[in-house]
């Protein structure tokens, strides 16, 4: 039976990025990082991948050139969790304990949610950025499309990065506007839920580009059903009295975004929520009712937008508690603000960079006339092109934290 000081479930964007938070803190920290997979991805960079802007190796990068020096990587992936005797089972039965957990395994995309789905993605007009290999096949299906319809969809929230299913839409529409064929492609958005976006103040700037692409909006349709030989897709909705309804529409191209979910051993273990997710205090990201337990990134419940610039925040909240908790730092507590990014790509050249915390509150990085995040800007597209891949690879997954210093907890 191995054990650790801390041990971190999850390499990925959440997981890495507190590893190196902890041990720029305290270097001699023992800690564990449970991963099983060999490569880590930077999966914001997959939207730029399906508008034809990055090469798809660039998002990648072996696990092993990620974990930071000196924390021991058990390549192995958890099966369970047992907090009331500090132990996590993996697969194959190993048990590792600890003295302090955190939880950062991300969420799980339900292909198998959508009929007929798994037997057509990357084939028939199907495609979907938020797959490593089926992102580049998007932006082959933009290239090849001169006529026909376009279909968008996404899922019930919560879901990471709630912008990426539009913005898969306005970077495709714009690449037939370059190419003067949006006259011969219909495009439409299927929206599970009620708005184009959460926090109203981006939505008029969105509005203005749904408009240029004359993509028609229906909110309140969930993808169920696919045939992708057929190139037919359906859509549950309410017909006008409220009773329950299906609408069958015809596609050349489709880009789905999966409905997601906590993965299955967080659902079914005690540190769940009702919702499946890791329950934690918003503000301090500790366990509710596990006080030895930590969780950032997609798994936890912390109501802010799930993406990787949550995680970059949360990060060092997670090591600076904790380490408290152990006694390793005497200042108290930090709080997280509900921080979270998203960079609407409204066209190639032009981002919208929604940023925002809890309860909708607009949080941005740097002042209006840098950068006015309710307005399209050649800036913003600059920062997410040149400088996030940077932030994210040196920055944020090497525990330099000059972009996410944590505020005192109130
Ligand atoms: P992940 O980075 O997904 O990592 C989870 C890790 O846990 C993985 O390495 C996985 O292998 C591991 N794991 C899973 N199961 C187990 C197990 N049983 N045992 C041990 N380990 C396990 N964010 C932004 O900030 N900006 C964007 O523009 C943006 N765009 C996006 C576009 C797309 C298409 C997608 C898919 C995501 C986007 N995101 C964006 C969201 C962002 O990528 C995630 O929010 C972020 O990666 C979450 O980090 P995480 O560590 O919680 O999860």
Not at 28 to 41: G, K, Q, S, T
Not at 79 to 101: H, M, N, Q, S
Not at 231 to 255: L, N, Q, Y
């Amino acid at each position: 039976e191995a054990s650790h000081t801390v041990v971190i479930v999850g390499g990925g964007a959440g997981g890495i990025a507190v590893a190196a938070s902890l041990r720029s803190r305290k270097p001699d920290l023992d800690i564990a990082i449970i991963e099983p997979a060999d490569v880590h991805y930077y999966q914001p960079g997959w939207t730029m991948v399906g508008g034809g802007v990055f090469e798809p190796a660039t998002t990648a990068r072996t696990m092993a050139s990620l974990i930071p020096d000196g924390v021991r990587w058990i390549k192995a992936a958890v099966a369970a969790f047992e907090p009331e005797r500090k132990a996590v089972i993996l697969e194959g039965c190993r048990v590792v304990t600890y003295d302090r957990l955190i939880v950062a395994s991300g969420l799980t995309l339900n292909w198998g949610g959508i009929e007929g789905l798994g037997e057509t993605l990357g084939r028939n007009g199907v495609t979907s950025n938020y797959r490593y290999d089926l992102a580049p096949y998007t932006w082959e299906l933009v290239q090849g499309l001169r006529s026909g319809r376009a279909v968008f969809t996404q899922p019930p929230m919560p879901i990471k990065c709630a912008g990426a299913p539009q913005k898969a839409l306005y970077l495709s529409a714009d690449h037939w506007r370059r190419e003067g064929r949006l006259g011969n492609i219909e495009i439409d958005f299927f929206n599970a839920g009620p708005v184009l976006f959460g926090v109203k103040e981006y939505v008029p700037a969105l509005m203005e580009y749904v408009e240029r692409y004359r993509a028609g909006l229906h909110f309140g349709h969930t993808l169920t059903r696919i045939d992708g030989s057929a190139k037919r897709a359906w859509f549950a909705t309410k017909a006008g009295d409220g009773s329950p309804s299906t609408v069958e529409v015809p596609f050349d191209m489709i880009h789905v975004t999966p409905p997601q979910r906590a993965p299955d051993f967080v659902r079914a273990s005690p540190l769940a929520d009702a919702n499946g997710w890791v329950e934690v205090d918003q503000a301090s990201l500790r366990h509710t009712r596990f006080p030895d337990v930590y969780a950032l990134g997609d798994a936890c419940s912390a109501p802010n937008a799930k993406t990787a610039a949550a995680a970059r925040k949360q990060a060092p909240v997670v090591a600076h508690n904790l380490l408290h908790d152990l006694g390793y730092v005497r200042a108290p507590h930090v709080a997280y603000d509900g921080y979270g990014s998203c960079p609407l790509t409204v066209e190639r050249g032009k981002i919208l960079l929604a940023e925002f915390g809890y309860g909708g509150a607009l949080l941005p990085s740097f002042p209006s006339w840098f950068i006015d995040g309710t307005k399209p800007s050649r800036m913003a597209w600059f920062l997410k092109e040149r400088m996030l891949p940077p932030i994210y690879w040196k920055a944020m997954l090497k525990g330099r934290e000059w972009m996410a210093k944590p505020k005192a907890a109130a």
